[in-house]
């Protein structure tokens, strides 16, 4: 009987990783599917769990944030494979804060924190951040209701040595970028923002109130100060039969006129 190396058996990760084990498998993944076709099948999840050395509950947990990303689907029955890759297609865009634009529309919203802490940057969230692969960032999840209604789920990312003690600030009652401009001086003064229709994950419908695979607006957004410095990055889930996305379209001026 041969027995595969001990070496070969665990998840290949950065020396000194604090990441969980699941963070480390998903940024393991994340780099073969960069050299993979689209529609190709991955492994399954028992040959992942025997080439790495972990849990199916650690493999499961990898693939799903992968497949809420957008880098892989499942078929039910047949596996998981590598999705299509997507177009990005730039737009011109007010920027405006969430309840900024729903006070601006006459509309109520509340806010239940779901989550809000301290935790080691995943390769996402760092190279979004320009932050090292590890480091502390704040994570606040929150899930919002527009006119009592479920509305989005917002995961936002700030870098900790930039907005310490984020993780403390009450904010079921006001917007993030309202505390980062008046306690930490900090003035958001552009961003990336990308959209893409997903299907609901099942944690995500339970929340929203929507059956699960219910069509979503996955949204990406990176915002920076004035000297180009990234200072936040979040992910939106947002329910697809309860939201439009408006773009402001600018004409191109012509000699600098």
């Known amino acids: 009987m041969t027995t595969r190396p001990a070496s070969s058996r665990r998840v ?8 969980p084990k699941y963070s480390q498998l998903r940024e393991v993944l994340r780099k073969q599917i960069e050299t993979m076709s689209a529609d ?36 039910q029955g047949k596996g998981t494979f590598v999705a299509p890759r997507k177009f990005r297609i730039e737009w011109a865009q ?42 502390p960032v704040v994570k606040i999840v929150r899930l919002r209701f527009v006119e009592e209604k479920p509305f989005d789920i917002a995961t936002n990312y700030t870098p900790w ?11 079921a009652r006001g917007s993030i970028y309202t505390v ?7 003035q958001i003064d552009h961003g990336v923002r990308v959209v893409e229709a997903v299907p609901c994950p099942s944690d995500a419908a339970k929340l ?4 699960a695979g219910a069509p979503l607006l996955l949204i990406h957004n990176t915002m920076y ?10 992910v939106i889930q947002r329910r697809g039969d309860r939201a439009q996305v408006e773009i402001a379209v600018v004409t191109e001026k012509a000699g600098g006129v």
Do not use: W
Not at 180 to 186: K, S
Not at 225 to 233: G, N, Q, S
């Open 208 to 211: 929203l109130r929507v059956k």
């Open 12 to 19: 290949s990760t950065p020396k000194g990783s604090t990441l």
């Open 225 to 234: 100060d004035a000297a180009h410095r990234p200072v936040e990055h979040s």
């Open 180 to 186: 980062i401009r008046t306690r930490y001086g900090v």
């Open 40 to 75: 190709q099948p991955i492994p399954s999840e028992y040959e992942l769990c025997d080439k790495y050395d972990v849990s199916r509950i650690t493999v499961r947990k990898a693939l799903n944030d992968l497949i809420h990303e957008g880098l892989l689907y499942s078929q």
């Open 161 to 171: 040595v930039v907005f310490p003690g984020l993780e403390k600030e009450d904010l």
């Open 94 to 135: 007010e920027m405006a804060g969430f309840h900024a634009d729903m006070a601006r529309r006459g509309l109520a919203v509340k806010v239940r924190v779901l989550e809000q802490k301290i935790v080691p940057a995943d390769q996402r969230v760092a190279d979004e951040l320009s932050v090292t692969l590890g480091d």
